[in-house]
């Protein structure tokens, strides 16, 4: 089955690590799709909805507790599932995101074994 | 607060994780005297600050053809000679940025509620961080791949209440 993915950081370098990182996790995707912040991934979301996008949380403009509030309101990606991607660690924080609408949590340093683990799940 | 030589080998280790799981360079103590500014020629500095219970600074020094050589590393390629000085200057912020993460997820058991900022990146010649009075320092000296020196200092004071 095809799916779409969406990156979300404010670092593009930091994009392209993620992609290669996804890359060598094993899962394939036919469409990705970059955006610098919360604002900008939301445009997009409404122009063309993905399955999964991977967040980050601290960006400016919009940040990523801000973006997964409002993605959840847009009827386009109600069934987007959202993966937290950060430095940040604290359960509090991560609380907070998954009852804010986060489908999971990533904690940065990575690796390809990690997000095999937590995209898996919303491959089928 | 945190004993200077805690903090130290906290951020030793926070490097460690950080070089081991994701840059895939080693990553040694040098275990030298403390430096007071960054590697002769071309360099960057990445730094990132932190507020909450203990405020202050993280900065990472080092030259710009380590920095090349970590952002090639990163994103896979052979080499980071083609990188821009902006790719490479993101992935030396990325560098401090993870590295405080998990300093912070360290010492979470005895500051909490550290609010860490977006991370920043200097490059030019002769570059050292300027944090103001009062703070401890914690400085890490480390040798990548046996090549290249990368400092790291913690510039860091108890908040006041």
Same mark, same amino acid.
């Given at each position: 089955m095809s799916k779409s993915l969406m990156i979300v950081d404010d670092s593009a370098t930091m994009r392209k690590i993620i992609m290669k990182t996804v890359r060598m996790s094993g899962l394939e995707f036919d469409r990705t799709e970059e955006a610098g912040n919360g604002a900008e991934a939301l445009e997009k979301l409404k122009s063309a909805a993905v399955d999964i996008v991977l967040c980050d949380i601290n960006m400016p403009e919009m940040n990523g507790v801000e973006f997964v509030k409002q993605a959840r309101q847009m009827d386009c990606s109600k069934n987007t599932?959202? *993966?937290?991607?950060?430095?940040? @660690? $604290?359960?509090?924080? *991560?609380?907070?995101?998954?009852? @804010? $609408?986060?489908?999971?949590?990533?904690?940065?340093?990575?690796?390809?074994?990690?997000?095999?683990?937590?995209?898996?799940?919303?491959?089928? | 607060m945190l004993e200077q030589m805690t903090m130290e080998q906290t951020i030793l280790d926070a490097a460690r994780e950080v070089f081991?799981?994701?840059?895939?360079?080693?990553?040694?103590?040098?275990?030298?005297?403390?430096?007071?500014?960054?590697p002769e020629g071309a360099a960057l500095m990445g730094s990132i600050t932190f507020r909450g219970g203990l405020e202050g600074c993280l900065t990472i020094c080092l030259s710009e053809a380590c920095a090349r050589s970590i952002a090639a590393n990163m994103l896979g390629m052979d080499s980071g000679d083609q990188l821009s000085l902006s790719e490479v200057g993101d992935a030396v912020g990325e560098v401090a940025n993870m590295t405080m993460g998990s300093i912070k997820h360290r010492i979470q058991n005895t500051y909490n509620d550290l609010q860490v900022s977006i991370p920043t990146v200097v490059s030019g010649r002769q570059l050292f961080p300027m944090p103001g009075e009062d703070f401890t320092r914690g400085q890490v000296c480390t040798t990548l791949d046996e090549i290249f020196p990368v400092t790291f200092s913690m510039y860091y004071k108890q908040a006041q209440s």
């Open positions: 599932k959202i *993966i937290m991607v950060s430095t940040e @660690s $604290g359960q509090d924080l *991560i609380d907070n995101l998954i009852s @804010s $609408g986060a489908n999971g949590y990533i904690t940065k340093p990575f690796t390809p074994e990690r997000f095999q683990e937590k995209l898996t799940p919303f491959m089928n | 081991e799981t994701m840059i895939f360079m080693d990553i040694e103590s040098a275990g030298s005297e403390p430096q007071e500014t960054s």
